[in-house]
């Protein structure tokens, strides 16, 4: 086996562990599992988690100690355009009426850093107006 497959193997396994730490931290916040690499189309969903009514989609980036580019500025333009994409079409299948947030994780090393969450109410279910 070459050393470069070997190191994506590690990064890849690295990558799964760090998703189920963050799972086990956002347990502890009282957060539920929603789906877990859920693959939508052409994307793939890292996590959603659910507290209340409140949908958390979470991004997470791992990246060793050191490593040249950091978790924290993983995330491209393109990759959350895609993020969204994927989310907007699970969302069509499994309607969400209350609140979505984005969030992403990173992780260097034992490091974890949860990065403040953006509210993406444009993909929820638009109210219907009382009147109506």
Not at 7 to 20: H, K, L, S, V
Not at 57 to 68: F, M, Q, S
Not at 76 to 98: I, K, M, Y
């Amino acid at each position: 086996m070459k050393a470069a497959s070997r190191r994506g193997q590690r990064a890849a396994r690295y990558g799964r562990w760090c998703e189920r730490l963050t799972i086990w931290l956002l347990w502890l916040r009282g957060f539920d599992l929603v789906a877990w690499r859920l693959k939508v189309g052409r994307g793939e969903l890292d996590l959603l988690m659910a507290r209340g009514a409140e949908l958390r989609i979470l991004e997470v980036k791992a990246r060793r100690a050191g490593a040249w580019v950091a978790g924290d500025t993983a995330l491209t333009v393109e990759q959350r355009a895609r993020l969204q994409r994927a989310a907007r079409a699970w969302l069509n299948r499994t309607p969400w009426p209350s609140t979505i947030r984005f969030q992403r994780v990173s992780w260097s090393g034992w490091r974890c850093r949860f990065h403040d969450p953006e509210r993406w109410d444009g993909l929820a279910l638009p109210r219907s107006h009382p009147d109506a």
